[in-house]
């Protein structure tokens, strides 16, 4: 057993647990934070994606120790209150949503992507989100979403639909 002390979306926090823990347990056991999703355990999904340090990293195969003094964001953590993110917006007005069980992951996959590549070409969206799979096959939303969040798109006209 271990304590181990990180910022998770941007509050102190500490944990007495085995450093080979994966984060995804942590968060989601012990700080009940349960938008990080468990898809295959392998890292291999990318439901589980969590920002380190900004970037995106697979909390299913992220040993706990690894995020130890490291700034950890979750999706709850990346709304300011009542106020979405960017590109949480932008998941909702391009109906990136679907089933929603990939969408924590994609979300926090594409505002990495953001931060280090602010004006993504087409192929580049691709290329970054490639990792993050979703099975309900929302691929065209959700690059249309980060186009959109990237400034790429214009804003839905009330009483459109995006196609």
């Known amino acids: 057993m271990a304590t181990l002390r990180f910022t998770v979306n941007g509050k102190a926090r500490s944990v007495d647990t085995p450093g080979d823990r994966p984060l995804l347990d942590v968060l989601r056991e012990d700080f009940k934070l349960t938008g990080v999703k468990y898809g295959c355990g392998e890292g291999q999904c990318r439901a589980c994606t969590v920002l380190i340090n900004g970037r995106a990293a697979p909390s299913c195969i992220t040993p706990v120790r690894a995020a130890g003094g490291k700034s950890i964001t979750t ?15 932008a ?5 990136a949503l679907q089933c929603g069980y990939c969408t924590p992951g994609m979300i926090l ?5 953001l931060e280090r590549t602010p004006h993504p070409t087409p192929e580049q969206i691709v290329e970054g989100m490639n990792g993050n799979l979703c099975r309900c096959c ?8 980060v ?17």
């Open 147 to 163: 186009q959109r969040a990237a400034g790429h798109r214009p804003a839905l006209r009330e009483g459109t639909n995006g196609e």
């Open 75 to 89: 999706i709850e953590g990346l709304s300011n209150g009542e106020a979405l993110h960017p590109v949480q917006q």
């Open 109 to 113: 996959t594409a505002t990495a992507l």
């Open 91 to 95: 998941f909702a007005d391009e109906g």
């Open 138 to 145: 929302g691929y065209p939303r959700i690059i249309a979403a």
